[in-house]
């Protein structure tokens, strides 16, 4: 990899022997928004089949581009870790990586454990790097609640689970022509109308 690469999205590792102790306060203090992988302290190396020494994945979410030289800099004089720093090519990847969510072959780690800072917000990542699976489950919600209004729909993700409002204000138009849709749809009516008939 070119050294000379910048990126605003970096990975990085540190090594809970030689992390400071308080490395999420360290962490806050730059004002950087972050996300860390739970303790991965159950990893076999695969030549030796002995256990790896327990570190942390995490990466660093710029506000600007950032050179290898200036986020290798900051893992290793804040957080004592190996100077090798990465560009992060999938936040999803990155992401499943932190849980081995797709290697079912490798030590399992807990959602829970994740661990984020500085205005990172892991619900809207989450619903972002599941998009698909978010908007599956909007339109079943739109289903199930006989949605016909825009409105209806965004009242319902504020009150009942916010970060589907952030999909589904990025989706307005999708969401809006399908809610359309159904309120226009003459077979719908019809069999509305059969229903308040008997």
Known sequence: MAKE??????TFLFYKESAPADYLVILEELHIPFILSPWHDKDINRQTG???????????FFDSLKSYKQVSELIKDKLNGPSHVEVVQSPKGLFDYFTHA???DKTQY??????????????????EMNSDDFMQEVVDIIEQNDFTEFEELVWYARANYTPLLGLIIERTYFFAKYLDSRRCNP??????KEEENE
């Open 5 to 10: 690469q910048r990126s605003s999205k970096w």
């Open 50 to 60: 002995e256990l790896k020494k327990a570190h942390k994945h995490g990466a660093f």
């Open 102 to 104: 797709e290697n079912k």
């Open 110 to 127: 807990d959602l829970n454990d994740i661990e984020v800072g500085c205005g990172f917000n892991l619900d809207k990542f989450l619903v």
């Open 187 to 192: 077979q719908r009516n019809n069999i509305k």
